[in-house]
């Protein structure tokens, strides 16, 4: 009796380590990932202010929920200008914790965050 016991303590911490296994080896893939590989990633707190308030419905999400601002959806984005003039609306940069909306107006942070 006392050895099956044992036989059934040692298969459940097999498989609790399995587990953790899995767990670690999912933490890592999702670091590798590099969700944080832009500024604007590295900063943005994913609080889904932006996303709420914009009044164009014009914030999207990445895969690793992040914003991406669709331009042609923005009251912001001119064309021309090739640039987001923040006072034609900017309410997603006004409430935006860390302004690190404003950042998009990088060229290369531009070129992750937003779509056409
Ligand atoms: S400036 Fe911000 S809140 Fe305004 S339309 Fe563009 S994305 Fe939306
Ligand atoms: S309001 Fe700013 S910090 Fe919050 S999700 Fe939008 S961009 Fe990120």
Redesign the pocket.
């Known amino acids: 009796m006392k050895r099956i016991e044992e036989i059934t303590r040692i298969k459940k911490d097999q498989r609790l380590a399995v587990f953790f296994m899995l767990v670690l080896i999912m933490g890592m893939g999702i670091l590798m990932l590099g969700p944080e590989d832009s500024k604007f990633n590295a900063s943005c707190a994913r609080c889904y202010f932006?996303v709420d308030?914009?009044?164009?419905e014009?914030?999207n999400l990445d895969g690793h929920g992040y914003p991406i601002?669709n331009k042609s959806?923005?009251?912001?984005?001119n064309e021309k200008k090739n640039e987001?003039m923040?006072d034609k609306?900017?309410?997603?940069?006004r409430g935006c914790p860390t302004k690190v909306?404003a950042l998009v107006n990088d060229p290369e942070e531009r070129e992750i965050k937003t779509v056409n």
């Open positions: 932006c308030r914009c009044p164009a014009a914030i601002i959806k923005c009251l912001a984005w987001f923040w609306c900017g309410l997603c940069l909306i």
